[in-house]
């Protein structure tokens, strides 16, 4: 192998090394990603105990800790990790800030102002650690060698982030073997963190990102599969709130939807059909006379927009236990917080976790009320309640998944009781995500400039990884076949 200097003089053995040196440094990064790889699923052992032998602590894999930098991110089940001087956290769900506590002293945590009221007020974690930033402006952390960070709304849960860090490569923190040669350069390096996020045409439109190159982007990579093309989400939204609308009206709920008619009357329960003195059939309303209640189930956090959606469209308060009231209240939100009652009986929407949307349990919960609402709508709103339609290419081209999607609507007729629904309860699973779907990522990818993608979900064994591996070639492929960097278009800015 040539060592990477110039021993030649004549242009034509120039440019040759060149290319020589190029494929050797390609070469050497994949082989390095490879084994870094290799090493994050060793130390990621599920049957790890800390031990006096271990250390006492699980080392953190290459991809929580940006490279050349004193930085963490999401990364506090790690303990205190070597040379990291600032610890940042995306959003507060769980698997984000597993280990998290009271009991934190490793060092400041950087987030976002609503993440800064929820990690205070659900874990308990001394405020003196806390450090919210603001958003869309770049600030500067301390201790980190002058790297600058901007916020950047997630659209994913309230409080969430991605984060954009900006700075020279001073140190080679963090516990992996593989350590980078740019460290102590002059060399500025762009480093987006997107944590979980909805990837939408206001990311990559957004004055921190736009027409600059991104050196590593750390992906959310939950969905990265062709069979995980579900809709838009504020298309979902608006079609949860108008069905929820018309069942509670009494209005039919027949429509067409993929160009294709789907009756959908509900007959015997929120509308009745008659015959009229002519002969023709005629629908009359009976939801006048019954008290109808809408349930909405989510996690500890996320799913509010649904939940706001549907309480403006029926012009209603939100009920909800105490403890998740306090949680709704962390996140600043005065649309939110003008909704909620602490009165059950004059709420028409009720929030409950996303368990309690099952019949079985959905009945049970319904007992406390009894005798004041005679029928009960659920909505279970997840990703994975999405099914890939019959047929579906599972490796369509880059073009074909764009078209395909782009071509695709959604409304409430495209919302399907569950089959052991009754006359007195009713489930809808709702194909919404607040993590992006396959297309979306796709449209991302496309939409600015990156050097190296770093899967962050799913990356647990070297099939998976390879998977997706194989999309991101897919995407640079695409990329290059395009020529110049445009944002895919699009049908509004929150979404493709």
């Known amino acids: ?59 953190a894999p290459f991809y929580k800790v940006m490279q050349g930098m004193p930085i963490a991110v999401d990364a506090f089940r790690y303990g205190t990790i070597p040379n990291v001087t600032a610890y940042f956290l995306t959003h507060a769900h769980s698997d984000h800030y597993t280990n998290l506590s009271a009991r934190w002293d490793s060092g400041p945590i950087y987030c976002s102002e609503g993440t800064a009221n929820l990690i205070i007020h659900m874990l308990g ?41 900006e700075g020279k490569q001073t140190v080679n923190a963090g516990d992996s073997a593989y350590k980078s040669s740019y460290v102590g350069s002059a060399k500025i390096f762009r480093y987006l963190h997107c944590g979980d996020f909805r990837a939408s045409p206001q990311h990559v439109l957004h004055p921190a990102i736009k027409g600059k190159r991104i050196d590593h982007c750390y992906l959310d990579t939950t969905y990265l599969d062709p069979k995980y093309c579900f809709p838009p989400q504020p298309l979902v939204i608006s079609a949860c709130a108008e069905l929820a609308r018309r069942l509670v009206q009494g209005k039919s709920v027949e429509d067409k939807a993929g160009g294709e008619a789907k009756p959908r009357t509900v007959t015997g329960w929120f509308t ?46 939100v009920y909800c236990d105490p403890r998740k009231t306090a949680i709704l209240r962390c996140q600043s939100d005065p649309e939110l917080d003008a909704l909620l009652t602490t009165d059950p009986f004059t709420a028409g929407v009720h929030l409950v976790p996303l368990a309690i949307i099952a019949s079985d349990r959905l009945k049970t919960y319904m007992e406390r009320w009894k005798g004041h609402w005679s029928k009960v709508i659920g909505f279970r709103p997840t990703g994975w309640t999405f099914t890939a339609p019959n047929g579906t290419d599972m490796l369509p081209s880059i073009p074909t998944v764009i078209s395909r999607s782009q071509s ?23 194909p919404y995500s607040e993590h992006s779907s396959f297309f979306e990522l796709t449209c991302f990818a496309l939409s600015f400039e990156w050097t190296r993608m770093i899967a962050t979900v799913n990356v647990g064994s070297e099939a998976s990884r390879g ?7 897919r995407w640079e492929a695409e990329r290059k076949k395009r020529g110049k960097v445009e944002v895919v278009g699009y049908r509004a800015q929150d979404y493709w």
């Open 272 to 317: 009745r059909v008659e015959k009229s003195e002519k002969g023709k059939e005629k629908e009359k309303a009976i939801a006048s006379s019954e008290k109808i209640l809408i349930v909405v189930g989510t996690y500890s956090i996320g799913k509010e927009r649904i939940l706001k959606a549907i309480a403006r469209a029926l012009d209603t308060k």
């Open 1 to 59: 192998m040539p060592k990477c200097e110039p021993i030649e003089r004549t242009s034509k053995s120039l440019a040759k090394q060149e290319g020589d040196c190029n494929i050797f440094t390609t070469l050497m990064t994949s082989y390095k990603e490879n084994e870094a790889w290799k090493e994050a699923s060793a130390v990621e052992d599920r049957d790890f105990r800390p031990t006096k032998a271990n250390g006492g602590r699980r080392k």
């Open 408 to 430: 695709r609507t959604f409304t409430h007729a495209n919302l399907q009781p569950a089959r052991n629904s009754t006359a007195a309860l009713q489930v809808y699973g709702v």
């Open 467 to 473: 998977k997706m591996a194989k999309w991101v070639e």
């Open 125 to 165: 974690v001394d405020p003196k650690w806390v450090h919210a930033l603001p958003m869309d402006v770049a600030t500067t952390i301390p201790n980190t060698g002058g790297v600058q960070v901007t916020l950047i709304e997630a659209n994913h849960c309230p409080g969430s982030c991605l984060f954009l860090f």
